[in-house]
Each structure stands twice: as structure tokens, then as C-alpha cells.
């Protein structure tokens, strides 16, 4: 595995991180723990969840069962950096209680430690916002955060899903306060076909010093070799991969992709990921793992080098936005 630093901490962290999502949905806790543990054997030491991960009647079912793993001992915790997420909702299905969601102090404070408590830990190493909350000044969420650092229970923060004028927003608020090191990271969607986030968000992440984690690098299995596999073993695609596909001009450009690997003797979703790796500003991608085989996918991303002439080709068939501002303004 390699490692590098997220963004301006002195925090090292593995070039894939652990995404969790599937953890109780869809994959059951020893599967689960099994995928943790091979994750960890071959060096992936950043693991990312959420307070909401498990939904609806099931919401915090995904820490729960990363808790039960680090409870199983073995120096689990002490090697992995624990990222996790507040914002979301935590109230049972049906029910609407004010205070129970977003960025408030009182949210904050009440997350943290229930966060904790099902994750069996007394820290979190990185606490990220879910989502921006246009509700709460950056001054009170900061003067949470500042108690919460004091307290030991959290040591670095990160957004997920912020435009870039609010991660400037949040980190000159945090150095106009004084000993407040503000956002460290940026979880947004980003790979091939997704590129967006190179208008504003990665400038603005890699400005002020945050690590860029990329979430959803297949784009939801599209960038996976989706049509390979419907022609090769009649696995249609499923989700936002099957919408996409309905439209002819994007089925041309994922074909004209596929076949571009094949090509050049590559698999899809190991592509999509070493693109990602190749990116400026990119900690690492959340690989989400439902099984131990797709775990092992991915790894074999982090020692694949693309050649020039296949990154040129990829950026022929995704172009991106261009440089920013110029890309916009002329």
C-alpha cells in the first residue's frame, strides 16, 4: 500500500480508503469484519462511515458493526484512522424532533457522543459535516468543534459535499478565530465521468490545504466495465448505471471507454481508480466493498500506472471542464 499525507496534517493515510456504506445494507457483519481485516492486511488504514450509514429503521447500524470489530481487539483501533460523519437525521423513521440533525452545537455535541459509543472508541480521528448548513454559522459550529478537540474526542474535521466558496467561507472564519486548524479534507463526487468538482472544489481544497477523497469513482458501477459484463455474463446494470446507459450518447462514450482498455489490457473499475490516483489535489478514493474480491480489485489499482497515451485517450473520451477560472470566465 502506498500513503500520503491528508492534505496539510501530518496525517498519514493509505491511497484507498475504506468506504463502509454497504456495511449492514447489504453485506452482513462477519462479511463485514472479514472485509475490515483484509483491508487492514494489505494497508488500507483509512476507513470512512457515517452516523446515517445503516438507514432508515436500521440508521447507525454501520458503526455499530465497525465497533463490534474494533472491539475484537488485536490493535484494530489504534491502526486505523476513523473517519466518520455528522448532519444527517438520527431520529427514528417517522418521527421529527427539532435539534436532531445538521450542524447546530447542540446536534454536534449529542452526534459525537453517540458516534463514539457505537463505535466503541473514545476518539475519532477525522469528523466530517455530511453536508453544508446554510442554518448554523461557522462560528458556532467552530466554538462545538473547539470544545469537542479540548474534550479529546475528535482531532481533525473534514466536509463532504461542500462548493468551494464554503470551504473558503469555513476556513477563513476558522483562522479568524486563532487556534482553530479548520477543514482538513473534502469527501466530493469525482472521477471520469463526473468532473465537475475540478471547477471549484478541488482549486478551493487544494488552496486551503485540504485532502480531496473522491466518493463514488465508478460513478455508481458505470465506469465499472458494466457492458463488458452485460455481454459477457448477462449482468444487466442496476441503478444509476442502468439510467445512464438508457441514454445512446452516454452507452456510445462508456463503450468507446471500454473498449479504449481493452485495448490496452486494463480493467475498468481498476482504470477509474488509478485515474483518480493520478489526480492533483486526491488524498484517495472510497473504494466500497461488498465483497472480499472487490476489495481486491481495488488494490491492484494502487500499483497500476496508465501510460500517457491512455490517459490522453481517457481525457478524449471524459474531457474535463479545463482550468480553472478559465474554463468559465473566457
Request: proline share 5%; aromatic share 8%; charged share 25%.
Amino acid at each position: 500500500m502506498k500513503y500520503t499525507q491528508l492534505g496539510r496534517t501530518g496525517l498519514k493515510v493509505s491511497r484507498l480508503v475504506l468506504g463502509t456504506m454497504n456495511f449492514g445494507p447489504q453485506t452482513d457483519e462477519a462479511d463485514s469484519h472479514a472485509i475490515m481485516d483484509a483491508a487492514l492486511d494489505a494497508g488500507i488504514n483509512f476507513f470512512d462511515t457515517a452516523n446515517v450509514y445503516g438507514w432508515g429503521e436500521n440508521k447507525g447500524r454501520t458503526e455499530s458493526i465497525i465497533g463490534n470489530w474494533f472491539a475484537k481487539g488485536g490493535e484494530r483501533r489504534d491502526k486505523v484512522v476513523l473517519a466518520t460523519k455528522v448532519y444527517g437525521n438520527m431520529a427514528a423513521d417517522g418521527e421529527s424532533w427539532p435539534n436532531h440533525d445538521k450542524l447546530s452545537a447542540v446536534n454536534i455535541r449529542r452526534a459525537v457522543d453517540a458516534s463514539l459509543k457505537r463505535l466503541q472508541t473514545d476518539y475519532i480521528d477525522v469528523y466530517q459535516f455530511h453536508h453544508v448548513d446554510r442554518a448554523t454559522p461557522f462560528e458556532e459550529i467552530w466554538q462545538a468543534i473547539d470544545t469537542l478537540v479540548t474534550q479529546g474526542k475528535i482531532l481533525y474535521v473534514g466536509s463532504s459535499n461542500f462548493p468551494g466558496y464554503k470551504i473558503a467561507q469555513a476556513n477563513e472564519i476558522a483562522a479568524r478565530r486563532g487556534g482553530t486548524i479548520g477543514l482538513v479534507s473534502e469527501q466530493c463526487l469525482y472521477n471520469l465521468a463526473e468532473r465537475r468538482a475540478e471547477m471549484e472544489v478541488i482549486p478551493a481544497a487544494q488552496e486551503y490545504g485540504l485532502g480531496v477523497i473522491p466518493w463514488s469513482p465508478l460513478h455508481g458501477g458505470l465506469l465499472g466495465g458494466v457492458i463488458k459484463k452485460e455481454v459477457e455474463g448477462g449482468r444487466r446494470a442496476s441503478g444509476r448505471a442502468a439510467d445512464s446507459l438508457a441514454n445512446t450518447t452516454i452507452r456510445a462514450q462508456i463503450q468507446a471507454y471500454e473498449d479504449l482498455l481493452d485495448k490496452h489490457g486494463v480493467e475498468p473499475g481498476e482504470a477509474a481508480l488509478a485515474w483518480l490516483l493520478t489526480r492533483p489535489g486526491v488524498t484517495g478514493p472510497i473504494v466500497g466493498p461488498r465483497t472480499a474480491q472487490q476489495l481486491e480489485s481495488a488494490l491492484r489499482a494502487v500499483e497500476l500506472e496508465l501510460s500517457e497515451e491512455l490517459l490522453a485517450g481517457l481525457d478524449e473520451i471524459f474531457p474535463g471542464p479545463g482550468p480553472s477560472p478559465e474554463a468559465f470566465a473566457w
